[in-house]
């Protein structure tokens, strides 16, 4: 079963940045770079939200309004890891952050229910 750790969260200040880190184990009916990957974030009491997804390494990615200009996802087929770069983090970035796999290649969407494999999360505070 496909496993997914997240890492590199915590607090920063308004305008800093962070390189959050998801890790990927456990691979049995496709190789590491079948899937895409997916970083989403959650806040109580709203739904889980997308942000940007990554496809084979060199192929499209995607991302959510809330994420352009300032996030930049990449993958690492080797270290079987995708990273979300996160620069000139704001308040409202704060949240509990989530890494996804896809069980099929393509970006085209960024909904929750398309990914099936979830980190635990990981929470990111942006607060002076």
């Known amino acids: 079963q496909l496993q997914l750790v997240e890492s590199g969260g915590g607090l920063v200040q308004p305008g800093g940045s962070l390189r959050l880190s998801c890790a990927a184990s456990g691979f049995t009916l496709h190789t590491y770079d079948y899937y895409a990957i997916g970083w989403f974030r959650q806040v109580p009491g709203k739904e889980r939200e997308g942000l940007s997804c990554?496809?084979?390494?060199?192929?499209?990615?995607n991302y959510a309004d809330a994420a352009k200009g300032r996030f930049s996802i990449s993958r690492d087929n080797f270290r079987n890891t995708v990273y979300l770069q996160m620069d000139s983090l704001k308040p409202d970035d704060t949240a509990v952050y989530y890494c996804a796999a896809r069980p099929q290649p393509g970006c085209d969407t960024l909904s929750y229910r398309n990914f099936d494999s979830w980190g635990q999360g990981i929470q990111v505070t942006v607060s002076s």
């Open positions: 990554i496809d084979k390494i060199g192929g499209p990615t």
